[in-house]
């Protein structure tokens, strides 16, 4: 096949709550008259991400069972093959990995599967870095380091929160990761899209002088196990007036530890979904759309951190509550 019939595929990587899903909601939902399949991969057990990304045209596929880079020789490759029998429904594939993905093995798909590597063509793989934490992160966070010496494109995020001094100093950090990626900012992802997709950025020599063994086998890593998720189920209507200062402790008290927190709350005599996010301190709420009629008001959380004392958390959640009933998992 030739190369220009193959699909061309774009990895969205980038740490924790860097802004992944802020940029994939840009790209679907920018009038470019693209059509994309999107593949989206979170970690923990209680899926949220899909319900964050915009209701666009497109078709999302959930990877929830499992880390995409541990995954790949199954499930990726699984939807990649029942994607390809309807291409023609689609003009390019989206990935967007958990924030504690390791990019090469999903980079490495596209090379070692011969069925895959026939019909599908790696454009780039795009990293998005928190402008504010990266250089507080980076060095504890293996992974974080390999997204960025992945890298064919980085989005340094977030630049509203930091001076033009911070943002050399990142900039910096991330050269001496990767002297050769594209280094573009933004706010709230705000980037030109042709800057993003469609470069056939991806540069397999490069790969393979920071992998020489790319193409021979799978390639082995390990995730940093103090890096836990668990979340937080519950039926009963949640009461803002103590949900609110609870989460806003715990922001305060546990924010460096604290990597990520998602969530979608049911509060009592709100007929809104709430969306809550948060990375490490910073906190962002907001009302999503209406609860569906029939559509269960069930409030999850997810926190994703080092260490984080869940018993604590589940009993300062309990104390949430207009009424009782609260089941973690
Ligand atoms: N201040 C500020 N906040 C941002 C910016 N971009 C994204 N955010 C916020 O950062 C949080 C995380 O953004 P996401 O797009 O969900 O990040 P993510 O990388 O998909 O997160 P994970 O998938 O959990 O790793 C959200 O609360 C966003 O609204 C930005 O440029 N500036």
Redesign the pocket.
Known sequence: MNTLDKTPVTVLT????????????RILSENHGKRYAVIVN??GDVGI?ND?VVDADEEVFEMNNGCICCTVRGDLIRIIEGLMKRRNHFDAILI?T??LADPAPVAQTFFVDEDVQSKTKLDAIVT?V?AKHLLDEIDKAHEAQEQLAFADIVLL?????VGEEGLGEVEKRIRRINPTAVIHR????QVDLDNILGRSAFDLDRVLEIEPEFLKHFHDHDHDDHVASFSLLSDAPLDPERFFPWIQSIAQNHGPDML?M?GIIAFADDDDRFVM???HM?L?GDHQRPWKAGEKRTTRLVF?GRDLPRDAFEEGFRNCFVQEGVAAE
């Open positions: 980038g740490y924790l709550g860097a802004g992944k899903t802020t940029l994939l909601n979170e970690f991400d964050l967007e958990t924030g998005v928190d995020n977030k630049v509203d929160l933004s706010e709230r992802c990520r998602k996010q948060g990375v910073l962002e994703i």
